[in-house]
């Protein structure tokens, strides 16, 4: 009788420790001074430009022999071009844009949600719209930001190659 | 095994680009979206000043044509001839504006244009459809 008691004693301390440790400050509690991604929205990106993007990454994509999707939308995360290559997957239409869409209305590259839950970060995926996969990266413009483009059908890495060679064609 | 034919990149370019030629002649902005016989995504463009509604409209009236290989304007005109029961058909935006994509008798896709009139947002996605003879 003894012994068991001090085995329920035993684990009632175990389980208050664990608590305890739980209610150590969660690195989220930190309030920096200054807000991240704090990039103005600029004035949505022209079909001219949007289309040189896609031009780029298709480019890109085409030389390493990889069929890839390829959005644009404008700073509001609309459609404003899009590029379907010989072969792409289907299932990546609506990846390619989300991704887009994603890196516009959040002002960063969806690798920064992929790398958030990789990190453990899983709460990023209750906020609304997000892609948690690279491959989305903002077009900014005199450091606004125009409009974002998206590329999916390979692996997130490839993706992630073709998307920066389409936005690095058109910022500025 | 029978073989089809099937829209390539290329062919989205050279339709995109004579759609856009015949919107461009009349002033107009509007956007193009041409898509595949299985109602997917090939290739859109929204020129300067057509709205983001523009752009969605687009790609429902093209997948309209293509999914059910006919204009979308026959969807329109059942209506109007009192069918109403037809605006409760899955998948179908039943406004002018959405042709398929014919090549040797075979639907390979739609073009769906968006942005003015539905007559002429028609008469765009028909110059487009044209270049490929």
Same mark, same amino acid.
């Given at each position: 009788?003894?012994?068991?008691?001090? $085995?329920?004693?035993?684990? $009632? #301390?175990?389980?208050?420790?664990?608590?305890?440790?739980?209610?150590?400050?969660?690195?989220?509690?930190?309030?920096?001074?200054?807000?991240?991604?704090?990039?103005?929205?600029?004035?949505? +990106?022209?079909?001219?430009?949007?289309?040189?993007?896609?031009?780029?990454?298709?480019?890109?994509?085409?030389?390493?022999?990889?069929?890839?999707?390829?959005?644009?939308?404008?700073?509001?995360?609309?459609?404003?071009?899009?590029?379907?290559?010989?072969?792409?997957?289907?299932?990546?239409?609506?990846?390619?844009? !989300?991704?887009?869409?994603?890196?516009?209305?959040?002002?960063?590259?969806?690798?920064?949600?992929?790398?958030?839950?990789?990190? &453990?970060?899983?709460?990023?995926?209750?906020?609304?719209? $997000?892609?948690?996969?690279?491959?989305?990266?903002?077009?900014?413009?005199?450091?606004?930001?125009?409009?974002? +483009? &998206?590329? #999916?059908?390979?692996?997130?890495?490839?993706?992630?190659?073709?998307?920066?060679?389409?936005?690095?064609?058109?910022?500025? | 095994?029978?073989?089809?034919?099937?829209?390539?990149?290329?062919?989205?370019?050279? /339709?995109?680009?004579?759609?856009?030629?015949?919107?461009?002649?009349?002033?107009?902005?509007?956007? @193009?979206?041409?898509?595949?016989?299985?109602?997917?995504?090939? !290739?859109?463009?929204?020129?300067?000043?057509?709205?983001?509604?523009?752009?969605? @409209?687009?790609?429902?009236?093209?997948?309209?044509?293509?999914?059910?290989? *006919?204009?979308?304007?026959?969807?329109?005109?059942?209506?109007?001839?009192? *069918?109403?029961?037809?605006?409760?058909?899955?998948? @179908?935006?039943?406004?002018? &504006?959405?042709?398929?994509? +014919?090549?040797?008798? +075979?639907?390979?896709?739609?073009? &769906?244009?968006?942005?003015?009139?539905? !007559?002429?947002?028609?008469? @765009?996605?028909?110059?487009? /459809?044209?270049?490929?003879?």
């Amino acid at each position: 009788m003894k012994a068991q008691l001090r $085995v329920a004693v035993a684990c $009632v #301390s175990a389980c208050l420790a664990l608590a305890a440790g739980a209610q150590q400050p969660s690195p989220l509690d930190a309030v920096p001074e200054k807000m991240p991604n704090d990039i103005p929205y600029g004035t949505p +990106i022209s079909l001219e430009r949007a289309q040189a993007a896609i031009a780029a990454a298709v480019g890109e994509s085409k030389k390493r022999d990889w069929k890839l999707n390829v959005a644009v939308v404008d700073s509001g995360g609309r459609l404003v071009a899009f590029a379907r290559m010989d072969g792409a997957q289907l299932g990546s239409i609506a990846i390619s844009e !989300h991704k887009a869409r994603a890196a516009a209305m959040y002002r960063r590259e969806t690798k920064a949600f992929e790398t958030g839950v990789q990190a &453990g970060n899983h709460y990023l995926l209750t906020l609304d719209d $997000v892609i948690a996969s690279r491959g989305g990266i903002p077009i900014l413009d005199g450091g606004r930001l125009i409009g974002a +483009i &998206g590329c #999916s059908g390979a692996t997130g890495s490839q993706d992630e190659v073709v998307c920066r060679a389409g936005a690095d064609a058109v910022k500025r | 095994m029978k073989t089809r034919p099937m829209l390539t990149l290329d062919d989205c370019r050279r /339709i995109s680009a004579a759609a856009e030629a015949e919107a461009k002649r009349n002033n107009w902005n509007v956007c @193009i979206a041409i898509l595949d016989d299985g109602g997917h995504l090939l !290739h859109l463009v929204r020129m300067d000043g057509a709205s983001p509604a523009n752009a969605r @409209i687009a790609v429902e009236k093209g997948r309209t044509a293509a999914e059910s290989r *006919r204009s979308s304007l026959v969807w329109e005109e059942r209506i109007k001839a009192g *069918r109403n029961s037809m605006l409760g058909m899955p998948g @179908i935006t039943p406004v002018q &504006g959405g042709l398929p994509v +014919i090549v040797e008798g +075979i639907c390979v896709g739609g073009v &769906g244009v968006s942005g003015v009139q539905s !007559h002429e947002d028609e008469q @765009i996605a028909a110059a487009g /459809i044209k270049v490929l003879g």
